[in-house]
């Protein structure tokens, strides 16, 4: 599908205050979980929080979704915390399942702009 890549939704909100040399993940999704641990090593511990959101249009039970239709299966979400204080989001739509290569550019559009 060469010509056709989703585009990447994002936001910086806030600079951190000091350089990120660690990140620690909340994932609800076993799967997403998975997958971004493939691309960092996460810790425990970190004053920074990567949390993730994902959602399938397939399980949506809004009438007027089902009527309009939508050109995307779902999403996902990262949103990049210290402490409670968002200071990034990005996001990207995908069509069938989620696949290592949407993490993987969510990911690595999160290290280049927060610049970690």
């Keep these: 599908m060469a010509g056709c890549q989703q585009k990447v939704y994002k936001k910086i909100y806030h600079k951190p205050s000091h350089p990120i040399t660690c990140l ?11 997958m971004l641990k493939k691309e ?8 920074f929080r ?7 249009v397939t399980t949506c039970t809004s009438a007027k979704a089902k009527a309009l ?3 995307f299966d779902g999403y996902l979400r990262l ?3 210290e402490g409670n204080r968002l200071l ?8 069938g399942c989620l696949r290592q290569n949407i993490v993987h550019t969510l ?3 999160l290290r280049r702009d927060m610049n970690f």
């Design 24 to 34: 620690r993940l909340e994932a609800k999704n076993p799967i997403t979980a998975f």
């Design 40 to 47: 960092y090593p996460f810790s425990t511990s970190c004053p």
């Design 50 to 56: 990567l949390r993730t959101l994902s959602h399938y």
């Design 69 to 71: 239709g939508t050109d």
């Design 79 to 81: 949103e990049l915390y």
């Design 88 to 95: 990034y989001r990005n996001q990207q739509d995908f069509k």
């Design 107 to 109: 990911f690595r559009a």
